[in-house]
């Protein structure tokens, strides 16, 4: 008799926990959102909290936050509707690579937010508040053709000049992010030399002053793009809390977030 209840109980042992679906445990009728974020050149500790309560303020989102996308697998990331980068350190490894990959390729949303362009390239990898680390490692290539565009230290480099004022104007592309935005201002950097592949649709450009340590013509800096059966929204904007509270950084990110995972 024992031995029986002892294979009984092995067999219950061996079984896998039954699924709980994910619908109890977010809130109904809402866009799902993973922000990834825990190493940045740049505060993510102060921006990560804007980026959460931007969303979560519109009343359409439910924010989750993970500070180490190092152990992002399918199954963790299988509930969400959209991935919002908030990250610039080093790669994350093969399976959470391919993982974010073929959340993208399969149908869902990434978006980019600032200097989360810059890692997975041939860039140095950056420590907290711009340490240089020395450290270059080979490149994930996916990273860039979902992008849409990394930086380069290829001549000419892509950097940005002294931080400044300056007036972002929308390109006039009919796209759900871009329909009824007005130009607005905002105090951050201005990144160019950015490499844009094709298929990137531009929505909004600043013109990049050269007195300024800029190239002296119009930069792209908001964009979307399509990659496999998903959709990927970049914003150079956001170098800080100050830039991201800027209305237009709020409005164009909040839009770009919602047509990333929806395509509306």
């Known amino acids: 008799m024992r ?3 002892v294979l009984l109980a092995a067999g219950v042992m061996a079984q896998p926990p039954a699924e709980v679906p994910d619908r109890f445990y977010f809130e109904e009728g809402k866009i799902r959102v993973l922000i990834l974020t ?18 979560e303020a519109t009343g359409r989102f439910d924010v989750r936050v993970t500070e180490e996308p190092a152990g ?20 994350w490894g093969a399976a959470a690579e391919a993982a974010v990959a073929g959340f993208v390729r399969e149908g869902k949303g990434l978006v980019v937010v600032h200097a ?5 390239g041939e860039t140095e990898v950056l420590g907290e508040k711009m340490t240089r680390t020395g450290v270059h490692q080979a490149p994930w290539t996916e990273w860039g053709e979902m992008v849409g565009a990394v930086w380069s230290e290829k001549e000419p480099r892509t950097g940005h000049g002294r931080r400044h004022a300056y007036r972002v104007e929308w390109t006039g592309e009919a796209h759900p992010v871009a329909e009824g935005m007005a130009p607005f ?12 592949k094709p298929g990137n ?12 340590g800029g190239t ?3 930069e792209p800096l908001i964009w979307a ?17 100050d830039a991201m509270l800027a209305p237009g950084f709020l409005a164009s990110y909040s839009r770009g977030v919602e047509w990333a995972a929806t395509g509306k």
Request: aromatic letters at 12%.
């Open 116 to 120: 989360a362009s810059y890692p997975f």
């Open 225 to 241: 793009r399509a990659y496999g059966n998903g959709r990927v929204f970049h914003t150079a904007l956001g170098h800080d809390v």
């Open 3 to 5: 031995r029986v209840l």
């Open 38 to 55: 825990g190493r940045n050149n740049h505060d993510w500790r102060a921006t990560t909290p804007v980026l959460r309560a931007a969303l």
């Open 216 to 218: 002296g013509k119009r």
């Open 72 to 91: 992002l697998d399918e199954k963790t990331l299988r509930p969400y509707h959209v991935l919002v980068s908030n990250y610039c350190g080093p790669r």
């Open 201 to 212: 649709v531009v929505l909004a450009e600043a013109f990049d002053d050269a007195a300024l």
């Open 185 to 196: 201002l905002i105090s951050d950097e201005l990144y160019h030399h950015f490499r844009l």
